[in-house]
């Protein structure tokens, strides 16, 4: 476990996560919250022998914890229960356990964006009876004549749907333009009894919301989803996505009916390319409806300031992915 806190009292920060991700993607993410002002991060890893255990274990703000059938049996969670419940049940567990502060659960392709300040900033400055924040999502989209900056979607209405998508905009109607999520995710303090740990907020048993305040892009607050980390990884999380809550109906129906194709792979990828590639027209059609958001990251240099040590091995790790042979 981790080693004496930063900071005390109402200030402590904890972000928790169950991840399966490339070493890459875990890398940056820690290297994020770190940025953002974590004094704690919480990895719960869904494979016990991820590679970045042996980076990340010794780091004084980091808690790896190798998610073994032992360790969901000794906190009381049935290891054979679908993957969002028992990330659901883990993240009620730590929540539990802090005492004070503030607890913030995202995913492992999740991170927080906030215009002019960290994460730390905006939860130090709530006024105390506020019991938690929620962040509006911005979702990755591929840029291919764009390299030079991320591009992110946001949430849009149903006639700017219809604009940006043409034939399928009936697949995207339901979450707004978006592939994953609309919700976002939220911050709690700590502390409160009496309340279930869902994905995307606390709720009281009568199934009531702790969904206090909700920032987005008009306060400059992005929950940066990268849905979408190209057709492979995309094509590769389709099966577990489709047995999920992954996608819409509509949606989840049509892949269904092209997976029962003989050949799919030529279907796949144009709706693949529809819902998820912008060449310069479409972004500045999203940009035209308000709904486009482009941001400088560059992850390599953010990963070498935290882990300098290591960057050679996001080199190896990105070859191996690309070719495992």
Same mark, same amino acid.
Request: glycine content about 8%.
């Given at each position: 476990? *981790? ?27 820690? *290297? ?31 808690? =790896? ?179 999920? *809550? ?42 035209? =409806? ?36």
């Amino acid at each position: 476990m *981790s080693s004496t806190p930063q900071h005390q009292g109402g200030s402590f920060l904890t972000v928790g996560c169950v991840l399966r991700e490339s070493l890459p993607v875990t890398l940056h993410f820690v *290297s994020w919250y770190l940025r953002e002002g974590a004094d704690r991060i919480i990895l719960c890893f869904d494979d016990p022998d991820d590679a970045a255990i042996a980076i990340l274990k010794d780091h004084p703000n980091v808690d =790896c914890i190798r998610c073994t059938e032992a360790f969901w049996q000794s906190i009381g969670i049935n290891p054979a229960v679908r993957f969002a419940r028992r990330q659901n049940l883990v993240m009620s567990h730590f929540y539990k356990l802090q005492s004070a502060g503030w607890f913030f659960y995202v995913d492992g392709d999740e991170l927080l964006h906030l215009k002019g300040r960290t994460l730390r900033a905006e939860l130090e400055a709530t006024p105390k009876d506020i019991r938690s924040v929620t962040f509006q999502p911005a979702e990755h989209i591929q840029s291919p004549e764009m390299p030079g900056a991320a591009q992110f979607r946001l949430a849009m209405s149903r006639p700017d749907v219809r604009r940006v998508y043409g034939p399928q905009a009936g697949l995207m109607q339901k979450r707004q333009g978006l592939s994953g999520h609309t919700i976002g995710k939220t911050a709690n303090r700590a502390g409160q009894t009496g309340l279930t740990m869902r994905q995307h907020f606390m709720q009281h048993p009568d199934g009531t919301v702790v969904m206090d305040r909700v920032l987005g892009p008009a306060e400059g607050a992005y929950l940066l989803h990268f849905f979408d980390q190209g057709y492979d990884i995309w094509r590769a999380k389709l099966p577990w996505r489709l047995a999920s *809550s992954g996608f819409p109906g509509r949606i989840k129906v049509v892949l269904n009916e092209m997976l029962a194709l003989e050949d799919p792979e030529p279907a796949l990828r144009a709706l693949y390319d529809q819902m998820h590639v912008f060449d310069n027209a479409r972004l500045a059609e999203l940009a035209d =409806c308000g709904a486009c958001l482009a941001l400088d990251m560059d992850r390599e240099a953010l990963i070498r300031q935290y882990f300098p040590a290591h960057v050679d091995a996001l080199h190896t790790a990105v070859r191996y992915a690309e070719d495992p042979s």
